[in-house]
């Protein structure tokens, strides 16, 4: 997710020993899972009469040409054309590119006039890089996100002008098997001191998982004495209140005397896998991957403090529409940017794993807390320069292994 390049090193806590019984103040419980068909042709056979509306935008010329990198948009963003076609007559033609310079990409095609996106789907962190090239074009529909997140807004906008438009987010948050803590675990030290006392069952083999090798998981080990500081438009410093740093650094290479690594885990998917087979009691675990654990029985809450003194701080990111503004289009661009950012948040969830910006009228426990741990995150920061930080971040906790 986003543009911290994930490994495959998994870090785990080994259980010790202990019983005990349940409890999760959110809890999440298994539903039955929900899909929307899209409206799409059926079979053709002869004879048979064709769906009009579906040859119809199949057979209509492209209006406008939308760009995005994430697959698991992929449905979503198909019915999401078909919607606008079938309401506007506008036929929006969406492309996922896999490359590893997305903004690049999208500067060199417009710059040579062939084949550039209208609008492009882009991560909050590429904000700013995106508008120095001169592809973002300002949002002057900003009031239809009065009633989303805060953040996303704030995501969204650079130099005091909002200039994307907020689609979905993503952010840390922490699951737990229900049936094994007494009470919601207050500390990740507080878990580790409840695991010496009471026996997991036969089935655990890890008290708590993470991938020790992605940044985005180990920031809130540390997010709690940095400080993202723009001091100009294209300069971020980090701050760092040195003293808390040093007392963060010093507890993650305490607690990390309990953990063991796993090197054949080499995913997110694998520590879900663990997770929902019982084999891993705690994980911190991404917002989006919340949909992956609809089938099982469990509670969720953003990330614990680390102890009693020291508290965590989780990062989250934003995916937003942009509209190019070298488009020939621009009018409609936004108003497609808008339209799919507004007015299919209830299908958005279902046909991607992705959460809203807006929080859903009949949210369930789980996407309460997942919208809570955003609005209560740093953002990952939009500044050029921030990959330093990343890659900072990385280079200082492999030292511990």
């Avoid at 080994?14 to 929307?36: D, N, R, Y």
């Avoid at 209006?63 to 079938?86: G, H, I, K, M, N």
């Avoid at 906008?157 to 922490?174: H, Q």
Wanted: net charge negative; hydrophobic share 35%; glycine share 6%.
């Amino acid at each position: 997710m986003k543009n911290i390049q994930k490994r495959s090193v998994i870090a785990a806590i080994v259980v010790c020993a202990g019983a005990a019984i349940m409890a999760g103040v959110v809890s999440k419980q298994p539903v039955k899972e929900t899909t929307f068909p899209l409206q799409a042709e059926e079979p053709g056979t002869e004879g048979k009469q064709p769906d009009v509306k579906t040859d119809a935008y199949d057979l209509a010329d492209t209006d406008l040409t939308v760009w995005y990198e994430d697959p698991s948009y992929e449905d979503f963003f198909e019915y999401a054309a078909r919607q606008y076609f079938e309401q506007m007559g506008v036929k929006a033609a969406f492309k996922c590119q896999d490359t590893l310079d997305y903004i690049g990409m999208i500067y060199d095609n417009t710059m040579q006039g062939e084949d550039y996106p209208d609008v492009y789907l882009l991560n909050g962190d590429e904000l700013e890089e995106a508008y120095l090239y001169g592809l973002a074009m300002e949002n002057e529909d900003g009031g239809s996100y009065e009633g989303a997140s805060q953040k996303s807004v704030k995501a969204s906008t650079y130099e005091d002008k909002m200039i994307g438009y907020p689609l979905s987010y993503d952010a840390n948050v922490f699951v737990y098997q229900n049936g094994y803590f007494e009470n919601q675990p207050e500390s990740l030290q507080a878990i580790i001191d409840y695991s010496n006392e009471n026996e997991p069952g036969e089935n655990v083999e890890y008290l708590l998982e993470w991938d020790v090798n992605d940044a985005f998981y180990d920031f809130p080990f540390v997010g709690n004495s940095v400080t993202f500081e723009k001091t100009a438009p294209e300069t971020m410093n980090v701050a760092y209140d040195e003293d808390l740093y040093q007392k963060d650094l010093e507890y993650f290479e305490t607690i990390l005397g309990s953990f063991s690594l796993d090197i054949n885990s080499v995913s997110m998917d694998s520590i879900l896998e663990h997770f929902k087979s019982g084999k891993t009691l705690c994980a911190f675990v991404n917002t989006d991957s919340l949909q992956k654990l609809d089938d099982i029985s469990y509670s969720v809450m953003e990330i614990p403090a680390l102890n009693e003194e020291l508290p965590s701080i989780g990062c989250a990111s934003t995916d937003m529409f942009v509209v190019n503004d070298f488009s020939k289009n621009t009018d409609q661009a936004a108003d497609f940017a808008d339209f799919v950012t507004v007015r299919l948040t209830d299908r958005l969830h279902d046909m991607s794993g992705h959460y809203s910006v807006f929080l859903s009228q009949t949210a369930d426990d789980a996407e309460k807390t997942a919208y809570q741990a955003y609005e209560d995150a740093v953002l990952l920061p939009d500044s050029q320069d921030a990959k330093d930080f990343w890659v900072g971040l990385k280079e200082k906790i492999a030292e511990y292994f």
